[in-house]
Each structure stands twice: as structure tokens, then as C-alpha cells.
């Protein structure tokens, strides 16, 4: 059975107790969008008291520490987010890889601290403008996807792309729907030279500037499983119009 479109929110560092209003308005319609599969990464702050606000949406940390536990201070491991009520974990988003030198090496030790914790993982790989005018885009991603994506039976079902070119996060500028297929194309052929017929049903999402605007142009592209969204996932009104975009209908 084909997957469902993932629409996946990324709350960033933005977030306190009076947004939860959103999640549950946002909960309140993927539970009429049946279609479509909804979460949210909010904050680590917000994660435990969204998952006990929804029913319906996955809840997930946006990031974990390599190690289950020790003197990291300020850091948060993956046990701690499951513990919370996070189902999954975004790892290796850009911000993470520009802000906190976080490597390949090191995203794929947290998306395997991650999986050991019992949490599905949202990997995030991108090119930057530069990488991109430089003709380099996929061979970019393609490498990030080599050192990122940890291996072993059984992982693929846990594992989700996000491919989000550096230069469209939180800009307003998004790629054309045909270098979104090609660099989606180029994706699915790697995860099935990685996990055999098993990358066939990896999901690979979308990132960067999707809205209500562009969200079904976006996930029209071959091989977009769904979208993994920033600034417009913070208000129920914005989101839910991407989850609709995506074939869901939230109305009463
Ligand atoms: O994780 C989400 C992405 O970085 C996209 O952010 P954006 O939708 O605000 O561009």
C-alpha cells in the first residue's frame, strides 16, 4: 500500500505553552484529513504537554544527543524524547549542520541513537546556493545521504528523507517543480542502492518555503512524499491549508 503524504511541522525555536492552542486545532483537522499523515517537532519545552494535548498528530524532537545520557549539559537525548512522548526525531536539519558543525559522522550517530531510543527519524540533506550555482547539488546531497542514513535490518521503515536546499529555508524562494523532481529522482535512486527494494518506500519530503501557495505545485513534483514545514506550520490556518494541499480535507 502506498504511503500517505507526511506533512511534517518544524516549530524551530519558536513556541511556548499559549501555541499549544495551535496544535490542537491543528489536531482537530488532520483527524477529519485521513489522507494525510500530520506531525509536529515543536520545541523540546513543548513536547511532553503536545503529546498530551493531541490524539491524532505524531509529535517529535527537532534534534538528540549522540549519548542516551551523561554530563552533556543543555543537550537532550533520544530516551528523553521518547520518554516525553516524541514518536520520531528530526536529525542533520542545515541549521544544525551550519550552527553546530554537525557533521555526516555525527548525524548519523544521533539518527542511530535515535532508532535504539524506539524513535522513527527524519533525516535532512540540502544543498547550498553556492553547492548549487557550482553544478554540485546532487552530488552534495547524494554524499550527505551516504554518510547520514544509518543502515542495518529493518531501518529503512524507520527512516524519512527531507530534502531542503539550504537556500529556499525561510526565504520564500523554492526551487522549480523540475529540479525538485530531479533532485527527488536522485534521492530514491540512492536510498535503493543503500536499503535495496526497501528504498522504494522510504518517504522523501520536501523543505524550504512551502506554503499554502506553492504546497501542491511542490508535492506534484515525482517522488515528494510530503513536506516538511517551517515558518507556516506555526498557525493552524497556514498549516492546515498545507495539509489540504496534500489531499487531506479538514473541513467539518
Ligand atoms: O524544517 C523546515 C525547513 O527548514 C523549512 O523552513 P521554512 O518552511 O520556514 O522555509
Redesign the pocket.
Known amino acids: 500500500m502506498a504511503n500517505r503524504p507526511y506533512i ?1 511541522g ?1 516549530w ?1 525555536m519558536n513556541g511556548t505553552r499559549a501555541l499549544l492552542a495551535e496544535a490542537r486545532a491543528i489536531d482537530r483537522g488532520a483527524a477529519r484529513a485521513a489522507g494525510v499523515r500530520v506531525a509536529i517537532a515543536p520545541p523540546f519545552t513543548l513536547i511532553n504537554p503536545m503529546a498530551d494535548a493531541v490524539q491524532e498528530i505524531g509529535v517529535g524532537g527537532q534534534d538528540c544527543h549522540v549519548q542516551p545520557s551523561g554530563a552533556y549539559t543543555g543537550d537532550i537525548s533520544a530516551p528523553m524524547l521518547k520518554d516525553a512522548g516524541a514518536s520520531f526525531t ?1 536529525v542533520g ?3 544544525r549542520r551550519a550552527m553546530h558543525g554537525e557533521s555526516d559522522a555525527v548525524v548519523l550517530a544521533k539518527a542511530g541513537a535515535a532508532l535504539a531510543a524506539g524513535l522513527d527519524v527524519i533525516i ?1 540533506v540540502g544543498e547550498t546556493e553556492a553547492e548549487r550555482d557550482a553544478g554540485q547539488a546532487e552530488s552534495v546531497v547524494c554524499a550527505q545521504l551516504q554518510g547520514s542514513l544509518p543502515t542495518g535490518e529493518d531501518v529503512a521503515a524507520k527512516v524519512t528523507v ?1 530534502y ?1 536546499p539550504v537556500w ?4 520564500g524562494r523554492v526551487p522549480s517543480v523540475d529540479d525538485v523532481s530531479a533532485m527527488h529522482r536522485a534521492i530514491r535512486d540512492r536510498l535503493v542502492a543503500i536499503y535495496g527494494e526497501d528504498g522504494a518506500g522510504v518517504q522523501i519530503l520536501y ?5 499554502a501557495g506553492n504546497a501542491a505545485e511542490l508535492l506534484s513534483a515525482d517522488e515528494v512524499g510530503g513536506a ?6 506555526l498557525t493552524a490556518e497556514s498549516f492546515l491549508a498545507i495539509v489540504v494541499a496534500a489531499g487531506g480535507s479538514v473541513s467539518e
Not at 168 to 171: F, Q, S, W
Not at 207 to 211: A, D, E, P, T
Request: proline share 0%; glycine share 20%; charged share 10%.
Open positions: 511534517v518544524n524551530k528530526i536539519h542545515s541549521e535532512c527531507a531542503e529556499a529555508i525561510g526565504t523543505g524550504g518555503s512551502v506554503n516538511l514545514v517551517g515558518g507556516a506550520s
